[in-house]
């Protein structure tokens, strides 16, 4: 069986990782409407609760890069399991607006260097042509955990409390942490259980030993337009997160497992393109050896149909609960299969420092998860549209659709520094 090798049981490990940090980071979008009402909230402190794990996530995206690059993702994603772990049973013991906000804050603390260093063991443990399949099946697996949390969380709710719910998905987050900590390893070929012949599949290891500085001015420069094209993707993402639940229960006046249901159907239309875009875009690239056709286009082109699957949100008043879930699924369907070719961008362009790559590309996001949910909250108080965030939302896939063009995957880092051993991208290797 395929889950028999021990590169494949790694990835499985980190597809149960990034289900475990969505539905902890999304548990509060479907858990708002008891605790809100509990604890006297308004759409916009919700709002203010709903972002507030993402300061200190956008802070430790590059720091929690570097982390994991410098210590390695065995012992750094271990801390951090624990971490966010006591942050989601803490966020059941709130007693009020400030303590939910310093819950979600340590969420984020622990949360923060959780994908670059993921992103930094895939780049040791997955062959590079492989790179977007790895990072599409493991951000499927986030949002499988996008779409079972509503009627997970319910159901705990029905069966606990609300506050239970949070302490029984915390306790599932701590037995994670120490099955990770006690399978993986850094380097595969410390692995007991890795096979020769799937070593050589897998490029040299290029591991926290080597102690190389990174290169930080270089990094930056190129990652930079990276970063400006994924704050677009994670302004929708985070609209969606958020909202989603709250949007079919108050804008179609549903009861609160009905809600949950249209949720997760939208979220299941995330889990298909996540996979499906991992899939198409190493497709591509093997078959035409050009990564920018890989990469820029193939993004350009998914958040260009992101755009036009909302459209009818915005063109047609009064839209039936039934249109509407088909728009949004389909728009979440797209906006998701930019993920695989965006996530194996900081890959293609620093493979010895993909971990600080990919937490700078996902600052982007961090700091969409910051504003995003809170002017949707404004809007939606202000003017009681639950359309109009949506609407917003197409504007930046539009700048989206531009910026994705100024990314460069096809110039290897180590190539221009003159490192003649570091992989071209763009070939296979």
Known sequence: ???????????????????????????????????????????????????????PYLIF???????????????????????????????????????????RLLLGLGEGATFPTATRAMSNWMPSEKRGFAQGITHAASRIGNAVAPPLIVWLMVSTS??????????????????????????????????????????AYSGNKEREPA??????ARMSPVTAVYFCYGWVLWLFLSWIPQYFLHNYHLHLRESALFASG?????????????????AILRKSGNVRMARNVMVGVCMLLTLISLTPILLMS??????????????????????????AVP???????????????NCGSALAAIVSPVIGGWLIDKTGNWNLPFIVSMALMAIGIVLSFTMSPDRSLGAERGDTKTPGVGKLV
């Open 215 to 220: 290169p930080w001015r270089l990094l930056f």
């Open 1 to 55: 069986m395929m889950f028999r090798r021990a590169t494949m049981r790694v990835l499985l490990l980190l597809c149960v990782m990034y289900l475990i940090t969505y539905v902890d980071r999304v548990n509060v979008s479907t858990a708002a409407s008891a605790f809100g009402a509990e604890l006297h909230l308004t759409h916009t402190q919700i709002g203010v609760v709903f972002s507030a794990f993402a300061y």
């Open 162 to 203: 609300w506050r239970g719910a949070f302490i029984i998905t915390g306790i599932g987050s701590l037995i994670w942490a120490l099955i990770w900590a006690w399978y993986f390893r850094d380097d595969p070929r410390d692995h007991p259980r890795i096979t020769d012949t799937e070593c050589g599949q897998l490029a």
């Open 266 to 282: 939208v979220f299941f239309a995330g889990v298909l393109g996540d996979w499906l875009g991992g899939s198409v875009t190493d």
């Open 61 to 103: 995206q590059i720091l929690g890069g570097w982390v994991g690059d410098r210590f390695g993702p065995r012992r750094t994603l271990a801390v951090c399991g624990i971490v966010w772990a006591g942050a989601t049973i803490l966020t059941g013991l709130a007693t009020g607006f400030v303590s939910m906000i310093v819950a």
């Open 347 to 361: 890959m293609d362009i620093a493979p010895k420092h993909s971990g600080i790559a990919s937490g700078i590309m």
């Open 318 to 343: 009064n839209i039936s609960i039934t249109v509407a879930a088909l728009c949004l699924s389909a728009g979440f369907f797209f906006n998701e299969m930019t993920i695989g070719p965006m996530w």
